[in-house]
């Protein structure tokens, strides 16, 4: 099963920008759908953004227009560049293999550590 390193969060100021990296370790195999979620103090993990391997995307409405979601497929590797960051987008960060692109909240990986944002002053 994979394994999940999630790495690139830290603090930021409002309006400021990060970029998280994810690499799933899986053996090889191919992974057609990575995601990005996050989960805020009190609060529950929601789905961030979604690529598959064909290159189609979602979002949460509340990132659509400032974070951006790329895959490599090569390296099983998932990127979420963050742009006009807001304290409201304060979470631990993970990602994981969803089941699929319609399943998104149904994960097929144990979670990783997560990378903290924290958007602040």
């Known amino acids: 099963q994979a394994q999940l390193a999630e790495s690139g969060g830290g603090l930021v100021q409002p309006g400021g920008s990060l970029r998280l990296s994810c690499a799933a370790s899986?053996?090889?195999?191919?992974?057609?759908?990575m995601a990005w979620y996050r989960q805020a103090p009190a609060k529950t993990r929601e789905v961030v953004a979604a690529e598959s391997s064909r290159g189609t995307t979602h979002y949460a409405d509340s990132v659509k227009g400032r974070f951006t979601i790329s895959m490599d497929n090569a390296k099983n590797t998932v990127y979420l560049q963050m742009n006009h960051l807001d304290p409201e987008d304060t979470a631990i960060y993970y990602c994981?293999?969803?089941?699929?692109?319609?399943?998104?909240?149904?994960?097929?990986?144990?979670w990783g550590q997560g990378t903290q944002v924290t958007v602040s002053p």
């Open positions: 899986d053996g090889g195999s191919t992974i057609y759908v």
């Open positions: 994981n293999v969803p089941r699929s692109f319609k399943q998104l909240t149904i994960t097929t990986r144990t």
